[in-house]
């Protein structure tokens, strides 16, 4: 069974512009969550979504939004670029939602470099 | 609010030495409690997870944590370490109701092996 699958590996962009992270989560999988690791802030929450709705939120600010798609697969935006971006991106697949002991299996991220 | 604090942001031991990472947590509610492993320029992987079904959860690669309530402790433990143990681990909870698949990690801890 594949796992995680996220692209690209590694982007750099310009502060000021947008970027589009993508993730497939693992067949059958309808659970995707989003963090963001940095050395400063260490890992934290960006959102959560299943089933093409947003579930969870985490304190981050309103450049950062993502979606769903019909087959699981979903994608996160950073409008308006900031150096402190800058970061590995997370995403994590869940069979469900509403079981928390359900284990996350982790895609190996995006690393964004904002220049 | 659930927060997680692992004491030691670095620790080494030597090859065959006994490996111990400390994990305590804050949680209003029974937490679900997990220690993942993160190496170098990848996602991370799962090592164990306490659900409540035993205290004592063993993992892969012969780690195992306890969960002790009296002190809100989930330390992670492995009897000889190996250098292929080399890693940073991090620690997260999340709690029953509400927060689906959100975790809230600990700052990591880099575990250093030496010959």
């Known amino acids: 069974k594949a796992g995680v699958t996220q692209t690209p590996r590694y982007l750099i962009k310009t502060r000021g512009q947008q970027v589009t992270l993508s993730c497939s989560p693992i067949?059958?999988?309808?659970?995707v969550s989003w963090y963001q690791q940095t050395p400063g802030q260490g890992l934290q929450f960006l959102f959560e979504?299943?089933?093409?709705?947003?579930?969870n939120k985490g304190n981050f600010p309103g450049r950062f939004s993502g979606r769903q798609f019909s087959n699981s697969r979903s994608e996160m935006n950073v409008s308006t670029l900031e150096l402190g971006d800058s970061a590995l991106y997370l995403c994590?697949?869940?069979?469900?939602?509403?079981?928390?002991?359900?284990?996350?299996?982790f895609g190996q991220g995006t690393r964004l470099t904002v220049v | 609010a659930q927060s997680v604090t692992q004491l030691g942001s670095h620790v080494s031991v030597s090859e065959g030495a006994l490996v111990l990472l400390r994990c305590n947590y804050s949680?209003?509610?029974?937490?679900?409690l997990f220690w993942y492993v993160q190496y170098p320029n990848q996602g991370l992987q799962l090592l164990l997870k306490y659900t409540s079904a035993a205290t004592l959860v063993k993992g892969i690669n012969g780690f195992e944590a306890e969960f002790k309530k009296s002190e809100t402790s989930f330390h992670l433990t492995k009897p000889s370490a190996h250098m292929s143990d080399a890693a940073e681990y991090f620690c997260a909870v999340s709690e029953e109701w509400g927060a689906g698949n959100m975790l809230t990690f600990g700052g990591g801890t880099r575990l250093m092996v030496k010959p």
């Open positions: 994590a697949s869940s069979p469900k939602a509403r079981t928390v002991n359900t284990e996350a299996f």
């Open positions: 979504y299943f089933s093409e709705t947003q579930r």
């Open positions: 949680s209003s509610v029974p937490p679900y």
């Open positions: 067949s059958g999988h309808r659970s």
